[in-house]
């Protein structure tokens, strides 16, 4: 879908160029901004690469396991059709602390090993709609709580800013709020689809 829309949006950038005499604007955007994007690139997979390093080594190192187990009382009222000291959970524990620490990226394979756990722990009767706690595992990858926004403070430093990290207390703000009210939206919808469930 998103090759698709990348498509319309440069067609159309060379559509209206070319109708109002901007071709060579045009040309020295993309040039210029084909260099920036690389250096984002780069500057990014520096900090995603440490922040999914030190993942990695709290992974085997057990730590993840603890923080599994710490975090079991509160994740088992979301999640209550799994295991509290599974595999799964320690997988939704990684997805959530990536997301905490601002790192989608990072977070992405975490949230996709989880939901495969998932689909083979619950086994739902009706297989071929998502379970309960796969969309509340979806709903807290998208509206994540985020108490470092690595990624965001990273573009930020990267375009200059003298102060990337004084976003905080609005991110804090944003992100709890969208966690909520995500939260609650799933649960109306969880019991509005009970009912319609044979």
Partial sequence: ????????????SLVF??????????????LAECGNAVTLAITLTGIIALWSGLMRVAQSSGLTGKLAKLSAPLLSKLFPGLRKDGTVMEYITLNITANILGLGNASTPFGIAAMRGIEREERSSHPEYASDSMITLAVMNTASL?????TAAAMRLAHGSAAPMEILPCVWIASVSALSAALMSAAVFRRMRKRRLP
């Fill in 146 to 150: 985020q108490l470092i926004p690595t």
């Fill in 17 to 30: 160029a070319v109708c109002t005499g901007r071709t060579a604007e045009l040309s020295s955007a993309f």
């Fill in 1 to 12: 879908m998103m090759k698709w829309v990348m498509t319309v949006i440069i067609a159309l």
